[in-house]
C-alpha cells in the first residue's frame, strides 16, 4: 500500500473542506436578518432564529437556533457557553456566559448603520 498517495489524498480533501467551510462563511449576507454592533462585535439575529457573531479579530461563531426566545430576547447555546440577547433602550445588550456561569462578554450593541 503507497501510504504516501493516501496520504495526500487525505490532506487534499481536508483542503477542499476548509476551503467550502470558509467560502461558505464568506458568501453569508451580513445584513441578512438583523445586524447589531459595538465593542468591535458584530452580531446578526436570522430572521430563522440563528445566531452569527464575530469579534472584534473577525473570529465568528454560527448557532443554527436559539435555545429560548421571548418578547424580544433571545439565548443560544453551544458548548458549554450561552449567548444572550436582550432588548434595551438603544438596540440589544450581548452577554455571554462561560462553563461557570461567570459573564465574559457583557456588551451593548446598536442597531448597524450599514445594514439599514
Aim: aromatic fraction near 10%; charged fraction near 15%.
Amino acid at each position: 500500500m503507497n501510504f504516501r498517495i493516501i496520504g495526500i489524498t487525505v490532506l487534499s480533501v481536508l483542503v477542499m473542506l476548509i476551503a467550502a467551510t470558509n467560502a461558505a462563511h464568506a458568501g453569508r449576507d451580513r445584513c441578512a436578518g438583523s445586524v447589531y454592533s459595538g465593542g468591535g462585535f458584530v452580531v446578526t439575529v436570522g430572521d430563522d432564529g440563528s445566531y452569527y457573531g464575530c469579534n472584534r479579530k473577525n473570529e465568528c461563531l454560527s448557532i443554527a437556533e436559539y435555545s429560548w426566545q421571548q418578547n424580544g430576547a433571545y439565548v443560544w447555546e453551544k458548548g458549554n457557553y450561552s449567548y444572550a440577547m436582550t432588548p434595551d433602550s438603544r438596540g440589544y445588550r450581548l452577554k455571554v456566559t462561560g462553563p461557570s456561569g461567570k459573564t465574559i462578554i457583557n456588551q451593548g450593541l446598536l442597531p448597524d448603520a450599514s445594514c439599514q
